[in-house]
């Protein structure tokens, strides 16, 4: 049986990691389980693809980050309400080579103790590899239920069918795998869909909505109880987006929405003071917006022990 209980306990595989890149913590009555899929190497102009050189360069220095290469988180949520799993992507698999260090999601729910058998849904943000590249990973599949709910968006679906790259900007091999990748997604899972058109309670305070913007189906997670809320933001959000939510992302296939898309999304968690959890932000990504007038900070939650 999945179980978020034990997660402190060093158990099984993954034994031998630095960190046990998982982070667990209550949202009122819901448990909530932050895993880390590894991390994505991208080049930096990928995160501000309409920015000055000068501009992001000053951005990297500010952050002590380096000019060449930067590691993109890759996180996932495990979700327990009531008697529902539900697992919120599932990172990227094995879908793209020359990742190493991404893909590790199947060994850490393991590592975890969670077991694939008990996750009684999935919810996916959207429908990029590195976002459903688990679910294809070698004997996921096989483990998962057979009566498995898989929620996503239906234009989200339907935008997969004849993919507009023509607003993006991504390393030149990109594009051709993540169409062969949501085609197999599709292909493999078609019978455990269930889409919704723009929002979808999955469980007692677990609400999917789409935002567009990143793709047009792209949505977030509302996970709301007791008086408590996190949201789990998917690609609305990166890090720069706080300083530069203007700055477009190479991988968003409508950038001006998704920027609008953003700074609402800022908006909103300013004023209700909720979580915000983002799939690359870094690990664990659990924190809140700040406003000071039209300028965004992020404030990182202290840790719970
Ligand atoms: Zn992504």
């Known amino acids: 049986m999945l179980s978020l209980d ?14 046990p890149s998982r982070y667990a913590l209550r949202v009122g009555e ?9 991390v994505l190497t991208i080049p930096p102009v990928t995160i501000a693809t309409n920015a000055a050189s000068d501009d992001l360069a000053t951005w990297l220095d500010q952050m002590f980050l380096p000019h060449d290469a930067i590691g993109w988180a890759l996180n996932v949520l495990v979700v327990r309400s009531g ?32 077991d694939l058998a008990s996750v009684t849904d999935v919810v996916l943000t959207h429908m990029h590899m590195d976002h459903v590249g688990g679910l294809l990973a070698d004997g996921v599949k096989e483990r998962l239920r057979p009566d498995l709910r898989i929620h996503v968006a239906a234009s989200e679906v339907k935008f997969w069918t004849a993919p507009d790259f023509s607003r993006t900007s991504m390393p030149s091999a ?7 990748t949501a085609t197999r997604f599709l292909n493999e899972y078609h019978k455990h869909l269930r889409m919704f058109d723009e929002e979808h309670e999955v ?10 913007g990143h793709t047009p189906g792209h949505s977030v997670v509302y996970l709301a109880s007791g008086g408590e809320r996190l949201t789990f933001a998917g690609d609305t959000m990166f890090q720069v987006g706080f300083e530069h939510p203007d700055w477009h992302n190479g991988f968003e296939h409508y950038p001006d929405e998704a920027a609008r898309v953003r700074v609402g999304m800022m908006q909103e968690l300013a004023a209700n003071r909720g979580l915000l959890v983002a799939t690359h932000m870094p690990f664990p990504s659990v924190g809140r917006v700040g406003v000071d007038g039209k300028q965004f900070r992020w404030v990182p939650a202290f840790w719970e022990y």
């Open 6 to 19: 034990n997660t402190l306990r060093p158990v099984g595989p993954g034994r031998d990691e630095l960190v």
């Open 83 to 114: 008697d529902r799993y539900i697992l919120i992507d599932a990172g990227l698999g094995e879908e793209f080579p020359g990742f190493p260090r991404a893909g590790q999601l199947p060994r850490r729910l393991e590592a975890a103790g969670i």
């Open 174 to 180: 990109v594009p051709d795998r993540l169409r062969a």
């Open 30 to 38: 819901i448990d909530v389980l932050v895993v880390s899929d590894g």
């Open 203 to 212: 469980a007692p305070g677990v609400l999917v909505r789409r935002t567009g």
